[in-house]
C-alpha cells in the first residue's frame, strides 16, 4: 500500500468483540422539551426527532467550536441528554457538527437515531436536531470483529482505497442494520475517512466489523445497513 503513496499510521491487530444491540422507540425527547429555554423547537413524532432553533446564536470560530458546543451542551435547559453526546470529525462537515450518543459501557452509536447535529452558518451555530436512544439492550453474546488492520486491507483489496490517499481516521461504532418488530438493530461497523492527499477531499467508508464486508451507503447516506 505504501508503495501506492497510501499513508497511514500504525493500524492495531488485535481483534475484540462486540454484541448485536436492540433499542425500541421512546418518547424521552418530547417529555422533557418543557426544560429547554431561549430557542423554539419542533418535534416530529415518526421519526422521534427534535428540531430547535436559537434565540441567539453561538458565535464560534475554528478554534473554539467544539469546546464552546460542549460547554453549551452539558446545560439541560440547552440540550436535553447533552453529556450523553460525544463530538465526531467524521460525520460533520463545515456547515454541520455532529456528535454521536454515546454509552459508557458499549461505546458510541454513529447513526442517525442517536445524533445531536448542529447547523453552522458562517461564524454562527444557528440551531440543532437531536434525537435520542435509551434503554439500548444487548441482544447476543458477544462475538468477534475484525482488526483495524483486518478492515483496512480488506477496503484495498475491493478498490476502496485510492492511490495517494491518506487514511485519517478508523473507529470502530455501532450503526443501524434493520429495524424489525418495532425495533432497531444495531451493529459494530469500522468507519474509515479516507483523504485524497492532492484534493483533500474525505470520503468515508464502511466496513462490517462481524464479517469484514464492505457496507455501501445508499444514495441519501442514511443507510448502513449491508
Known amino acids: ?3 501506492r503513496d497510501i499513508s497511514f499510521g500504525k493500524l492495531d491487530t488485535k481483534s475484540g468483540s462486540a454484541y448485536y444491540l436492540g433499542s425500541k422507540p421512546n418518547n424521552n425527547l418530547v417529555n422533557n422539551v418543557g426544560k429547554l429555554r431561549d430557542q423554539e423547537f419542533q418535534y416530529d413524532e415518526s421519526t422521534h426527532k427534535l428540531t430547535s432553533s436559537l434565540n441567539t446564536p453561538i458565535t464560534i470560530t475554528k478554534s473554539n467550536r467544539i469546546k464552546k458546543l460542549d460547554t453549551f ?3 439541560e435547559s440547552n440540550v436535553l441528554f447533552g453529556t450523553q453526546y460525544k463530538y465526531v470529525p467524521q460525520l460533520s462537515t463545515s456547515s454541520q457538527i455532529v456528535f454521536a450518543q454515546t454509552d459508557e459501557t458499549l461505546g458510541e452509536i454513529y447513526d442517525k437515531t442517536a445524533q445531536l447535529t448542529f447547523n453552522v452558518s458562517g461564524d454562527k451555530v444557528t440551531g440543532y436536531t437531536q434525537t435520542y436512544v435509551n434503554d439500548v439492550m444487548i441482544l447476543h453474546e458477544k462475538e468477534a470483529t475484525k482488526s483495524e488492520k483486518d478492515i483496512i486491507i480488506n477496503l484495498y483489496t475491493n478498490s476502496e482505497i485510492s492511490n495517494n490517499s491518506k487514511i485519517t481516521y478508523a473507529n470502530l461504532a455501532y450503526t443501524k442494520l434493520l429495524e424489525a418488530k418495532g425495533s432497531t438493530i444495531y ?3 469500522w468507519f474509515v475517512t479516507v483523504q485524497n ?3 483533500k477531499v474525505n ?7 462481524f464479517t469484514g464486508n464492505v457496507i455501501k451507503s445508499s444514495t441519501t447516506g442514511d443507510d448502513y445497513s449491508e
Not at 470520503?203 to 466489523?209: F, G, M, Q, R
Request: glycine share 0%.
Open 203 to 209: 470520503s468515508l467508508k464502511k466496513v462490517n466489523a
Open 187 to 189: 451493529i459494530p461497523v
Open 1 to 3: 500500500m505504501r508503495k
Open 197 to 199: 492527499k492532492d484534493s
Open 73 to 75: 451542551m452539558k446545560r
